[in-house]
């Protein structure tokens, strides 16, 4: 940036010119601005760079995260590293180069095809994120990075739909039991991955949590009786957790194994809007009386019990 300063400048400090004058500012549109000299300090030339880097803003659609967002979708499947993939995104995707849409690796649980996750996997869709559903989940990551590898190629092919329209540098990734650990995976190995949202899930040796950097963040979902709840709890309470982290139970309604993706839902979306799309949904998740830590369960019986460390 370069900038150049107006030799004039010395002289409208004066005493006599301050009390005489105003600056004058014609506008392209005809219109006059004026500044009383005694309130001018200096007038600088500032040329603009269009080159300059600016800030690559998230897509976001809908407010209510209790409900479908008002995108229209795009549904592909059978693509995707190794094929079986779903891929769902909003079918007018943004043209304002920055403004781009997040993108979210959705994981199945062990055993279960992407499909049976399209209330979820829809739902992050309508409210602006791109979704890649794994055709499974080994637990490891790998496929979690390979499907996001293969969206980056996607982003930077001017023949597709997704070309230059979303951001690979900044990911959620989440999923249901297995899936949650394919996410919990990949947080912690794939630098992109910078947010993990566990549904019924947790790690089998109550480690894993201690192994996600402290620049990221990671959340668990799950039901009072699901048989994940140990898990859950030993992964986010072990004492070597040093990441943002949050613990949310579904209560009071003897929730089970299948809790997370659907009627609790609504967590990973605000989630998602907040840690991808820069939202802010702090007080919610990190509060006494935030909406996941004390309150109702919206369209179902219950409510969140949430804890929260490291914020």
């Keep these: ?158 023949n597709g739909p997704l070309y230059n329209r979303i951001i690979t540098d900044r990911v959620g990734c989440a999923g249901h039991s297995m899936g949650g650990l394919e996410s919990e995976q990949a947080l912690i190995k794939d630098k992109r991955v910078v947010t993990a949202a566990l549904n019924n899930s947790g790690d089998l040796n109550h480690s894993a949590m201690t192994l996600v950097p402290t620049d990221k963040t990671a959340m668990i979902v799950y039901g009072e009786a699901g048989m994940e709840a140990p898990n859950a709890e030993a992964d986010y309470g072990n004492n070597g957790v040093k990441c943002p982290a949050c613990l949310i139970k579904m209560v009071g309604n003897n929730w089970g194994h299948g809790s997370g993706p659907w009627s609790g839902m609504a967590a990973t979306v605000a989630w998602m809007r907040w840690q991808i799309g820069g939202e802010d949904h702090k007080s919610e998740f990190t509060t006494p009386n935030g909406q996941y830590v004390n309150g109702n369960i919206i369209g179902d019986k219950g409510y969140w019990n949430g804890k929260y460390k490291n914020w």
Excluded at 14 to 38: H, W
């Design 1 to 158: 940036m370069k900038k150049l300063t107006l030799l004039a400048t010395a002289l409208i400090a004066t005493s006599a010119l301050a009390q005489t004058y105003k600056m004058r500012v014609l506008k392209t549109d005809g219109s006059e601005i004026f500044y009383p000299t005694e309130e001018v300090k200096q007038v600088d030339f500032v040329e603009y760079n269009e080159d300059e880097p600016k800030e690559i803003k998230v897509f976001l659609a809908g407010d209510n995260v209790n409900q479908d967002g008002p995108m229209k979708l795009t549904k592909m499947e059978n693509i995707g590293p190794g094929g079986g993939n779903i891929l769902v995104y909003p079918t007018e995707m943004s043209n304002d180069p920055y403004v781009k849409h997040g993108v979210v690796i959705w994981g199945p649980g062990g055993g279960s095809k992407p499909s049976e996750y399209m209330g979820i996997i829809n739902r992050l869709a309508s409210h602006g994120f791109v979704v890649m559903a794994l055709r499974e989940s080994p637990g490891s990551g790998d496929l979690a990075s390979a499907a996001l590898d293969w969206l980056e190629e996607k982003s930077n092919d001017p």
